[in-house]
């Protein structure tokens, strides 16, 4: 026996697991691919055509991973107002975004694990590579169908590849310098069309008479639906974390008071032209955290900074209450608070955003403790009638199990998961407080004030909507923000020069 052993043993010392590793990966891809073509071959379904279009382009833009990056961000963060312009029919085209974010995961995840990018990365991004495999495992040994399972896993990681891009591909201040112009030039022209979807879409929905639920198609580039539901929230955090880092520049000395006030101003007016009550939290939460590090030493600037926060937003909350709701304030307050913390069903759903939690604790028993731990895979908490429902969610129909990112998590990846994703945004945290802490570079001390803004944003809609782990564009967004943290980090602690110029 100790002699087999010892066999087995020198067997293994010789192997190469990274390669092992490799040629197993390689060997399952092809025979998906082989699959995936086959089914393409004998169907014409725009949604499986799309699929096998980006995957193509996706495979020949390897060699060029920078352009995967370009693609993912234009496609991704302004294809809404395409599919917007052209018609539903072509919704689907997310699918060839999502299918290059694979892609671009596939090319990150081999430079991390196996040609040495692993030094130096903060621990987030080992956090998220947890999130990913354990929520891949625990929806693998719980399979339910394939259609539920691959459209699960598109909505939570379909912007993981950009986040872990950033992380680990080699790419210069000059490119990254590039991105980040790219983006707010992207958050600058949601002006243009936020003012086309008030006066025109808005007027197609019956105007401001109809009600103030008929703004909610001012939602920019992201998509406008004249059926409502559009992800204006996603729009105004987006303007959010674009002043954050506007802000944080012009404190840092990096940006004059003229260039701010210029940059501001038509990132500032789509707040107007929508109604989006979440901003009344969001704005005060990105001032406090903008500017913490003031309150000790500079008490005075923070007191101005957080009087000018708080009329601007009484500001916002009076013209909301007179042009675009028309009802007294109390009103409003009274309403928002029995849809959100009260008995009464979100929209046209049973629960709301506090309820939907304390619904699913109700449903936990000891005679499945896997599920409260593990969860019941990915995508089985899908409620959306339009695409393929989940099949937890179809227990309850209307009640809306997936109303937020805490209690779909909670319904696909249990405990585990939710944990791990807090986790994952608490360290991202931690990492900025390192830079603030530890850089010299006044540009990685803005840009990680910025980011840390951004994170406590992100918080807020865990609780708020399940936009984080359904939304292209929201995706996106929080992929962008914790793939150049990773980048600054990574950087700052290699000793290299890496915040791009302002």
């Known amino acids: 026996m100790q002699v087999t052993l010892d066999k087995l043993s020198t067997r293994l010392s010789g192997t190469d697991f990274g390669k092992a590793a490799l040629w197993l990966m390689f060997s399952i891809i092809v025979l998906v691919l082989a699959l995936f073509f086959g089914l393409l071959a004998v169907t014409a379904s725009p949604l499986l055509v799309g ?4 995957l193509v382009v996706g495979v020949f833009l390897l060699m060029k991973p920078d352009l995967l990056v370009w693609l993912i961000l234009l496609l991704g963060l302004a294809g809404g107002a395409f599919v917007s312009m052209a018609g539903p029919q072509f919704s689907k085209v997310t699918w060839a975004v999502s299918i290059l974010g694979f892609v671009l995961l596939a090319l990150s995840l081999f430079n991390l694990l196996l040609v040495g990018r692993s030094r130096a990365q903060p621990a987030f991004i ?40 950033f992380a680990t591909l080699a790419l210069s201040a ?71 880092f506007l802000f944080a520049r012009w404190k840092e000395k990096l940006l004059p008071m003229p260039k701010l006030v210029l940059l501001c101003l038509p990132l500032v007016v789509p707040f107007f032209l929508g109604e989006v009550k979440i901003l009344f939290i969001l704005i005060p939460m990105a001032f406090l955290v903008l500017f913490k590090r003031d309150l000790p030493r500079r008490p005075v600037f923070f007191m101005m900074m957080a009087l000018f926060g708080m009329l601007f937003v009484a500001l916002l909350g009076y013209l909301y209450a007179t042009l675009i709701i028309r009802e007294p304030i109390e009103h409003i307050f009274e309403a928002t608070l029995a849809y959100n913390v009260e008995d009464q069903g979100y929209g046209s759903y049973y629960l709301n955003r506090t309820n939907v939690l304390q619904f699913w604790w109700q449903q936990q028993s000891w005679s499945n403790p896997l599920a409260f731990v593990f969860g019941h895979g990915l995508g089985s908490s899908f409620s959306a009638p339009s695409v393929i429902p989940g099949h937890i969610a179809m227990k309850w129909p209307l009640y809306g199990i997936d109303l937020t990112t805490a209690s779909s998590l909670l319904w696909d990846t249990g405990l585990m998961g939710l944990g791990l994703f807090i986790l994952m945004l608490l360290s991202a945290w931690r990492a900025c407080s390192v ?55 990574r950087g700052h602690q290699m000793g290299s020069v890496t915040a791009a110029a302002p």
Do not use: H
Not at 151 to 158: C, D, E, N, V, Y
Not at 180 to 193: D, E, G, S, T, Y
Not at 206 to 218: F, H, I, N, P
Not at 469 to 487: D, K, N, W
């Open 174 to 244: 000059r490119q990254v310098g590039r991105f980040r112009k790219v983006l707010l030039l992207i958050a600058l022209f949601q002006l243009p069309f936020a003012l086309y979807e008030f006066f025109v879409l808005v007027k197609e929905r019956g105007g401001l008479q109809a009600g103030s639920a008929t703004t909610d198609v001012v939602a920019g580039t992201f998509g406008a639906n004249l059926e409502g539901g559009s992800p204006n929230s996603v729009m105004a955090i987006y303007l959010l974390i674009a002043m954050a």
């Open 126 to 165: 080992w956090i998220a590579l947890a999130f990913l495999v354990a929520a891949l495992a625990t929806t693998v040994a719980q399979w339910y169908s394939t259609g539920e399972v691959i459209a699960g896993i598109k909505r939570l990681f379909q912007a993981y590849g950009l986040m872990f891009a």
């Open 51 to 54: 699929m096998g279009a980006g």
């Open 435 to 489: 830079l603030q802490r530890d850089t010299r570079d006044v540009s990685v001390m803005a840009d990680a004030t910025a980011i840390q803004t951004a994170i406590a944003l992100f918080a807020v809609f865990v609780f708020y909507n399940n936009a984080l782990i359904s939304s292209p564009p929201m995706e996106i967004i929080m992929a962008c923000v914790l793939g150049y943290l990773a980048y600054l980090y």
